[in-house]
């Protein structure tokens, strides 16, 4: 009886608590969930602006991957049969990306019935008579890009590399069809090129390719990208054997000291084109050696002439000895590059350097030089600073930025640009190295005075000195000249975004 | 004890009543107090992040349009035809005066646009819609509080002036308010004393930065060093949007602001 009137009392005890305690929670709760939903705003917000920027920066890598790997002298080149010479019509390479651990299955640009697995529509819109395309190559993306350690994936899905035609561009791309350069009516057949500026239908060496990429992110966020994008060779306008280029300006006259009595020592002109080793047409002959005025012109003519060291060494273009230009150069419409301006020279330099197979710090001598040049293997070689060679000889295309010095049995097969301090020196009494191809000189460290290109710089005076017996010499050969002009990029012709469905 | 006085004590007197009832209400009053602060809060977070998220967007746009200008350039036509001027991007970034498309102004110097708080995007804003496929100008201008965008088909006469043929009412509308980069000059002393580090020296803050090709590496076009300080030249462009929401902070009753920055880069070549 004692038990149950307890029980009784306090349940009625217990009552108003109770109640109170609900209601205080359920405000704390009301207050709670209002919170949170303010701050989940804020983060869904960021998040928002993350995405965008995010899956727009892992669709460019996708792309960047897909122009990368079109290059030959890159590490994961796509290879000739993956990549033609000549990319058909109706045969798409696409460059798959799964998330690490998933299986190659996820991406399948090909189904397009299947929209999880990241479908290419826009290829049936751009090729509606090659779709779907009749040869399809699937390769997956690189390791050296997808394992460093630490590395987050790139997180584009596929990229697509194909030929490219006017459909494909939208471009009227020669103007065709009667109806003006703004008209419809594009071109669904024809392959379109690249003529070293603009595109073209014309058949050339070079074949413009289109290449798209598809970024997603995890959140559902997408974005296409496309380059249209063709191979570019380095346009070095060659004007001599060896070029010194300087501004004539008093105080700043080139300085060429030759070595007084070789008998073995030349600079010629007129092409070898075998003579180095390797064989190709004859190209007209050129000055043995090129200066951009009259004062230099005066003063390397003279040391060359009186006293007359051996003024019949110097060859080249119109037959006279010493055979000295003052104005053998002319800005050829193919090349970006003015090799009288010291701004565009120091351009030039960077774009080697982008694209070159070693870039060596110097001061640096022969054995820094890449183990793989040869011959057979010709590659270019950017010397930031002063090289030094003895006994050494080079194949393909060097640069260096400071100092040239080199002993007389070594030499250089290709095109050899001293650009930047501009000082060239052979030392010693060793012998018998030549240079086949072409040699320039330029000081771009300035002091000219007048002219000039940006940045008020000007040319400063060029040197280049020899000693005696000083090697064989300098020979004009346009065989050397073209083996080092080799593919240095995949150029960016055109970008622009996609909508994706 | 008895049956009664037993049940008497399981009742409530009155103070113990009006005892539990008072703090009742101060617990209720206290949180509904909060409550009201919360909502309160909340609504204007809300309009803080509704101005923010429009700032967001027109800020996106803006660096998808200064990614993709310059297309179509010049080079996907042959050498040897002559298209229309409307039918490619003569430039990434056009610029005011009849020397357009011919001679560039100097950034800094002479160019109405691209300026601070102005630029004029050039570029197909649809690739791939129906032909013929023309190309617009977009053009941003801040203007007093209000960034103003405006889009226009680029005119097919090789001399038109972007600057005038953009700068119409009919052309330019608001796109977003309250952007505090360049207030007048009492309202910008106001807001650098609350928010110094984002007005430093008390200046206004361009909308537009641009960085020109220069070597070894891109500088601001208005660096000294910069080898190149023309909008054909512009390379990227920072954006910086600083925008004031509709209230100010509830209890200190400052002007809320917030900066929001974007790059873009122009990848079409000239």
Redesign the interface.
Known sequence: MKAR?KT??KS?ESG?ALL?SI??LL??C??GI??L??SG??SS?TG??RS??AV?YAALSGLEEGRGRLLPRNPDYLGTTVLPPTLPLGHVIYIKNPLPGDPPSTIDPTNLGNPATFPDTEYA?EFPGYSPPSNVQIVSSAPTITSPANSPNPLYKWVRINALTENA???????SGGG?????G?NTNALIYY?G??????VTQYQALEVTALGALPDGSRKLLQY?VATTKLQIPIAAALTLAGPGTPGYVLSFNPPPSATSYYINGNDQSGGGGLACAPLPALPGVGVYNASDYTSIDGTLSTPPPRAGHYTGAGGATPNVSSSPYVHPSNSTVDMTDP?SL??FV?TIQGSADAVVAGPATGSDMPGAMSFSNPMTVVVNGDLSLSGFTGYGLLVVTGALTYTGDSGWKGIVLVIGQGAMHEVGSADGGEFDGAVFVANTNGGGGGGGG??GISLGDAIYTVQNPGGKGIYYDSCWIAQARRPVSYK????????YP | MSKRD?TR??GFSLIELVM?LAI?LI??GV??E??LG??K??HD??QL?NS??EA?FGL?QMV?DV??AG?????????G????VN?YAATAFAWSGTSYPNTPCTIGTNCVTPSDYDLIVE??IN??G?????VQWVRYKLIGTTLYRGVLDKSASPSADPDALTSGTDVLVPYVQNVMNNPPAAQLAALQAVYPAMYPGGNPVPMFQYFC?S??QPRACSDP?A??NDPTHVVGVIITLIVQAPTTEMQTGVPRLVQLK?QGRR???N
């Open positions: 009137k009784r009392r009625e108003i109170l209601f205080v405000l704390v009301v207050v209002a919170m939903s303010a705003t804020e917000l928002n602006y965008a920027t727009y819109t561009l939208q471009i009227n791309v020669n103007c003006g350069c703004g008209s419809g594009f003529d500026t603009n595109l073209t239908r014309t249209v701004f120091t351009n960077q940006g940045g960016v012709l055109s970008f622009h975004e996609i909508p | 037993r004590e399981t539990a009742f617990v209720c949180a509904f909060m409550l919360a909502m809060r909340y977070d809300s992040l923010f998220q967001r996106d998808r990614n993709d297309f179509p350039p010049r080079n996907q036509f042959e050498a035809v002559t298209p229309a039918l570029t197909e690739p791939n129906p032909a013929p496929h023309t090709e070597v070894p060093l080898s190149t974007g990848i079409n070549p």
